[in-house]
């Protein structure tokens, strides 16, 4: 049988974490609690966790049937090589990942106060030297084998992803667009995309519906973002709530609102999105193979995957194996991830260090 694959074409880079009391006000100089150097990059993220999330940690049971290949650029330096080396022990194919000569990996710089709070300036480096033109065909997607699901967000050059999307549905091959960072996106994207993944901000940017929301607004009220989404051609769509939980609606029938998950001891929410992409797509490429679509269940398991990013500092080294989202986050133990509940952790909304909380998803 051949192996159902995974294909991400996006960015890597290396975060730069600061942890603080509170963030700096304008102008203002504050003295960090902590610095650390973590392996990151959305695309790198989602890569790793869709292989953690479809394999044991302990080797001992694994899904081999399924296989990540990463897309990418890096600089010719230490960190572009250690990342490289970071995938591979990850078991994620590299071989469509090139080195730039001249040019810096990309760089995240990552503030996170003592509520879990985060703030993150992004320095794309090696990452925009991926060019449209480098996906004119879809063997270039994934080294030449058709995916069976394809990731990508918005951290490489933007009509580099127009033409990544423009080239995988044109050959029929199913995408997963998280719009991270935010920016404007024309209605022919959404046309024909299989899943849609966003936050309450990247909603807020990108669909007319949500313009006057917050925090404040019921759960139901985001029943028309997706619609609007729905409307513009996407087939499933996932809006995160933070605290609220995650709201998921798909052309086949009335949207759902999937609860938080209670007592999670956050520390770092910074991996929590991107862990909520690879988890899913595990879902998706699984239910696929054999032949249906449960959408509640794919949110599920993110969701219950991404509560375990968030209990430790970092994003890519915090992605959790399928063995670890445990029985009392997945049901029906570990390594079970059709069976876990409907909630998880948000990257973008507060947190309480180390402090239990009720988080939701991505």
Known sequence: ?????????GSLAEDLIMTADRMPDNG???????????????GANSA????????????????????VRMTGAVGDDKIGRSLIEKLDENKVDTSKIRSVPDKSTGTAVVIVTDFGENRILVHPGANYE????????????????????????????????????????????DVLLKPAPASFLVDEAY??????????????MLATAAGAFNERTP??????VADEFLGK???????????????????????????????????DTTGAGDTFVGAYAVEFVKQK????????????????????????????????????????????????PRHAGPDAPDPDRRATNGRSRTWASA
């Open 28 to 42: 203002e100089t504050l003295t960090a609690n902590s610095f650390s150097r973590h392996h990151g990059g959305k």
């Open 289 to 336: 193979h054999l032949g249906g679509w449960n959408i509640k269940k794919a949110v599920e398991f993110a969701c219950k995957a991404s509560a375990r990013t968030i209990e430790k500092v970092g994003a890519l080294e915090t992605i959790p194996w399928a063995d670890e989202v445990g029985p009392d986050l997945a049901g029906s133990g570990p390594g079970h």
């Open 233 to 267: 051609g996407a087939k499933n769509v996932v809006i995160t709530l933070g605290a609220k939980g995650a709201y998921y609606s798909n052309q086949r029938g009335q949207g759902h609102h999937a609860k938080a998950v209670p007592d999670v001891n956050v520390i």
């Open 1 to 9: 049988m051949d192996p159902r694959t995974i294909a991400v074409v």
């Open 130 to 173: 991926l060019m449209p033109e480098d996906f004119l065909r879809w063997e270039d997607l994934a080294g030449g084998v058709k995916p069976d699901l394809l990731i990508t967000q918005l951290e490489i050059g933007f009509e580099t992803v127009e033409q990544v999307l423009k080239t995988a549905m044109s050959n029929e091959i």
């Open 191 to 204: 046309e024909g995309l299989a899943h849609l993944i966003v936050n309450e901000t990247e909603a807020a």
């Open 219 to 224: 759960v139901k009220e985001w029943g028309k």
């Open 48 to 67: 790793v966790a869709a292989y953690r999330l479809s394999h044991f940690k302990s080797r001992k049971q694994s899904d081999d049937d399924v296989q």
